[in-house]
Every structure is written in C-alpha cells, then in structure tokens.
C-alpha cells in the first residue's frame, strides 16, 4: 500500500502518461452512458488526474449550467486539470486534497460524485471514508459513480489479475499502488441503491463500474 506521499511522488512523475491508461476506457464509456450526467448539476470527482474525464463531460455531456469541483492529491494532476479545463474558468476547479479523503465541500451540495481508478489505490479505511464523505456532500437521490479495478471473470482476465496481485505485493509502486478489489463490498446498503454494477473487461484486464443513488 502506498502512502500519500508515496501515492502523490508516483502521480506527479506519471502526469500525462494517465491519460494513456488503455484498459480504463470501455469502463469510462460505461459509466458516462449510464451514469445519467445530461442532467446533473453540480459534480465532484475525486482523482481528478489530468482532468481529462471531466473534459469530456463538460465539452459532450454535461448541460451548460453545470458546474465541477475536481480533486487530486498530485499538484501536477491538478496544474494538468486546470490547463485542461481553462476553457471553463466560471463552471469548474481543480483542487489539491492533502491525503486522508476528507472533502473541504459543502454537505448536500452535488448531485454526481465521481472517482475512477482510486478506490483500488486506498486503503480499506479510507475507501470507508470516503464513500462516508460522498454520502454526506451529495444531495438525497444523488449518484454515485465509481470505477476500478476488480477481480476477473474470465479465465484470461482471472490470469491478469493474479500476476498484478503478485507485482502488488512484491512493489505496489509498479502498479501504481492499485489493486483489484470489489467495490459493492463497501457499500452501507441503508445508504445506496446500486442502479449498476457491471464487470468490464478490456486488454483482459478487469473493471468494475459501479452506479448507486444515495437512499
């Protein structure tokens, strides 16, 4: 498990090598299409990375009047983000977070919390809290949307996630400090509703995209 100062020495020497993360895209596209963002009104994502999903959305999904509050521990992901995203000076930000996922963000106050990839890099602990801050800053019927690494459902993909195991447990920072994990597993079911929760694979590496609406 990488520390946060760990985790955030890897994403500042990564920088735009994110956004060549070919394995992620088939599960992006999934929670884009399903994630109903044609209606939402104010977002945030947590592991903003280059700002390159939150482009999207404001460029080809997004309504007009909706506005996004992105956040990474990596100030060069977040220098990265606000380049990115400078053609939306009045509809979104990029902040730095100092670790522990706390949200310096108003209760009730989003309607779409994001994060993609990240989970499967916190530990245990904090994957509790931050699901608890994205209970507490998104309004009721608020949703959910997560993606990450999961365990494989394939013989292939069952293959690719026992050798990413063995590299996580010999150096994690070979991987980026992510591993394969079931993100349902963390779910208060008197919190969420799942709406979706699909295991995509690409490159025979798995995804788990996960939808829930705040109860």
């Known amino acids: 498990m990488l520390t946060?100062?760990?985790?955030?020495?890897?994403?500042?020497?990564?920088?735009?090598?994110?956004?060549?993360?070919?394995?992620e895209e088939s599960a992006i596209i999934d929670l884009i299409t399903h994630g109903n963002?044609?209606?939402?009104?104010n977002i945030v994502e947590f592991g903003c990375g280059t700002g390159n999903l939150a482009?999207?959305?404001l460029?080809?999904?997004?309504?007009?009047?909706?506005?996004?509050?992105?956040?990474?521990?990596?100030?060069?992901?977040?220098e990265l983000c606000?380049?990115?995203?400078?053609?939306?000076?009045?509809?979104?930000?990029?902040?730095?977070?100092?670790g522990q996922p706390i949200l310096n963000i108003t209760s009730q106050s989003a309607d779409r919390f994001i994060s993609t990839y990240v989970l499967d890099l916190l530990s245990g602990e904090?994957?509790?809290?931050?699901?608890?801050?994205?209970?507490?800053?998104?309004?009721p019927g608020g949703y959910l949307c997560l993606a990450g690494l999961t365990h494989g459902a394939s013989a292939t993909s069952r293959l690719v996630v026992l050798v990413w195991r063995g590299i996580y447990r010999i150096r994690p920072s070979l991987v980026?400090?992510?591993?394969?994990?079931?993100?349902?597993?963390?779910?208060?079911?008197?919190?969420?509703?799942?709406?979706?929760?699909?295991?995509?694979?690409?490159?025979?590496?798995?995804?788990?995209?996960?939808i829930a609406r705040k109860v």
């Open 55 to 57: 482009s999207r959305l």
């Open 4 to 23: 946060y100062k760990d985790a955030q020495k890897f994403y500042d020497a990564f920088g735009e090598k994110q956004d060549r993360q070919f394995y």
């Open 126 to 139: 904090d994957i509790t809290i931050l699901l608890n801050e994205a209970y507490r800053v998104l309004m």
């Open 176 to 210: 980026g400090g992510c591993r394969p994990l079931k993100i349902t597993g963390y779910l208060k079911t008197d919190q969420w509703h799942i709406l979706r929760d699909k295991v995509i694979e690409s490159y025979a590496v798995p995804s788990e995209v996960l």
């Open 37 to 41: 963002f044609a209606e939402a009104k």
């Open 82 to 98: 606000r380049e990115k995203l400078r053609r939306f000076p009045d509809r979104a930000k990029c902040l730095q977070s100092k």
């Open 59 to 78: 460029n080809d999904v997004l309504p007009a009047d909706c506005y996004y509050t992105g956040v990474d521990i990596s100030p060069t992901m977040v």
